[in-house]
């Protein structure tokens, strides 16, 4: 049998962010399963999405629009305007202020008893309008009268009621403003298996303790199988999930720091929690250092800002893009994501020999259900 190395392993499954929570960490699923067929583990398993901050604070009310205006009409009966040419322009009124002025509709009239029909299109919200009149030069209004509802009908000058007034301005029809509430989203997980094992020759062969250097190594080995798995499975392009958003700049790759505070940063603006960066070995190692981004602190890595850092090797072997890429040369893959929970089964251990050769398999393998919440954003860089 060939000699298997084994050494510690490199990835601590993240606790739950406090005080977001609420997600589980590496957990034992109940007995009694067979681990030889990972895909009946459990019919669904779903974690709450906490990636959504739709609106933070309360966004600014806006101004009402002011009213579009449209054709003017005359008639030559029914009033008392003299020959001329009269110009209006329409404000909308509510219980906060009034609007600006909508652009200005002109209308000339003949002989001495005409009418001027001033239109507009409603505007939602409000409560009334104000028609500003000139039978002046263009932009001269310097009266107004108030109207519930279009059109308006000018039939004499100076207008029955009018107030002395300018158009204003800046607007003050504000329009009411709501608080945003999002309902929750569920995100589901994903089943998967992981399995290693070797195959050796039977004669003086200890099956006992085959079966438990290949259980050592594979407890080893086994956060290169999740982190493969998170990589390949969820955040790369596919048809459950959308794939992660690449936030590599126009010019194309950067230096693991540069990526690192991109990412931190996208989240900080797209996540209510802390982020999970995850970089294989060789971008983790440029991270890392006196003058580094990311410090050890125990058995595990963090940045500077507080999030956790996943330096594995299932992210390097292979490293692929959002679409499923290989990067080019010199380049990696980093990503980050929300809170991950990952829940696995007991380890399962096999030896048997196949009697008409002496060959000896050792097979050792576990079924997950992992869950991540929403978020996932990627970025290119440069390790060499």
């Known amino acids: ?25 590496i957990v034992q699923i109940a007995e009694g ?25 309360c966004p600014a009310p806006a101004s009402l629009a002011a009213p579009v205006s449209s054709a003017s009409s005359t008639a030559t009966t029914g009033g008392t305007l003299p020959a001329g040419t009269y110009r209006a322009k329409i404000t909308a009124l509510n219980a906060r202020g009034e609007t600006l002025g909508s652009t200005e509709q002109s209308q000339a009239t003949t002989g001495a008893a005409s009418t001027v029909t001033f239109n507009w299109g409603a505007v939602a919200g409000a ?51 709501s608080k945003n509430f999002v309902p929750p989203v569920w995100q589901d997980g994903f089943r998967f298996g992981v399995y290693g094992g070797v195959t050796c020759k039977g004669p003086g062969f200890d099956m006992g303790e085959a079966e438990a250097r290949t259980r050592d190594a594979f407890l080893a080995m086994e956060s290169v199988g999740v982190e493969r798995a998170l990589l390949k499975t969820r955040f790369v392009d596919g048809p459950t999930w959308d794939p992660a958003v ?7 790759a950067v230096s ?44 595990r890595l963090v940045t500077k800002l507080g999030s956790r850092v996943a330096a594995g090797g299932g992210y390097g072997c292979p490293n692929t893009g959002p679409s499923g890429a290989a990067p080019a040369a ?22 048997e020999i196949d009697r008409s050769t002496n060959d000896v398999y050792v097979l050792v393998e576990r079924a997950y259900v992992a869950a991540v919440d929403g978020y996932t954003a990627a970025v290119r860089v440069k390790v060499a």
Not at 146 to 151: F, G, I, Q, V
Not at 286 to 299: A, K
Not at 334 to 345: H, L, Q, T
């Open 256 to 299: 693991p720091a540069v990526g690192l505070a991109l990412l931190e940063g996208a989240a900080g603006c797209n996540y209510a929690g802390a982020p999970i960066i995850h970089a294989s070995r060789a971008a983790a190692s440029l991270l890392t250092g006196n003058q580094g981004s990311v410090t050890r602190e125990g058995d």
């Open 1 to 25: 049998m060939t000699e298997m190395m084994v050494r510690p392993p490199v990835f601590s499954f993240p606790a739950p962010t406090k005080p977001i929570g609420g997600l589980l960490d």
């Open 33 to 57: 399963i067979n681990f030889m067929e990972p895909q009946g583990l459990v019919e669904s398993f779903n974690t709450l999405r906490l990636d959504s901050v739709p609106v933070w604070p």
């Open 330 to 351: 010199g380049e990696e893959w980093m990503y980050a994501s929300g809170e991950i929970g990952v829940a696995r089964s007991d380890l399962f251990s096999q030896a």
């Open 246 to 252: 690449d936030l590599t700049p126009a010019g194309g």
């Open 127 to 177: 409560t009334g309008y104000r028609v500003y009149l000139t039978n002046g030069a263009a932009n001269s209004e310097a009266v107004y009268v108030t109207d519930a509802a279009p059109p308006y009908v000018l039939s004499a000058w100076p207008p029955p009621g009018a107030e002395a007034g300018q158009v204003p301005t800046t607007a003050t029809a504000l329009t009411p403003t």
